[in-house]
């Protein structure tokens, strides 16, 4: 067998299928062997035999070679799986990696997102973020709201103001300081 040429598609599927017909035909040799040793065995009769016991010993001594060959079978199915795992993981794998970069590559350019771009898209997201943190709003930024004036506050000693004619019944505004609406 040429190891080298074992490694190539049509080397694979040659020595996994070769493989797979020689099980194959192996489980079905034995397959025959269980049906000849089971009939062999039902139909001889050994003294103190009762009812139906000779086809349990039939069935009981064939059973060994029936497994056999199922299991021949299984082998021969994993050898075509074996190729097929072999030319999914060794042979496509390139070609499904391109296809997936190209994919990925588009999807990039649909969103958007340029690779080169990345980074600088980043870059000025934290310069923003960093100004708005130190309080120095961006202009025209709309994610960071504006400043807003100081909050002023009343004094908490309050002062009655002293009506000028005796005849006036002061005002709420008059006992308040006037304020600028904010």
Known sequence: MDINGLFTEQGMRDATGEQRDTWVNDAVQ?????????????????DGDSTGSASR????????????ARLLEKAAAR??????????????LPDRRVKALERKELRRHRLGIAAGGAQEAIASSLQQSTAALNGTAQVGN????????????????????????????PSIGDLFGKQEAV
């Open 142 to 169: 709309p994610q960071v709201t504006p400043a807003s004036p100081q909050p002023q506050f009343v004094s908490p000693q309050f002062t009655f103001p002293t009506p000028t004619g005796t005849d006036q019944i």
């Open 30 to 46: 034995i397959r025959q062997i269980a049906q000849i040793i089971q009939a062999r065995v039902a139909n001889t009769q050994i």
């Open 79 to 92: 050898m075509e799986a074996a190729d097929a795992l072999y030319q999914r993981e060794v042979l496509e």
């Open 57 to 68: 010993r039939a069935r009981k001594v064939a059973r060994p070679w029936q497994q056999a």
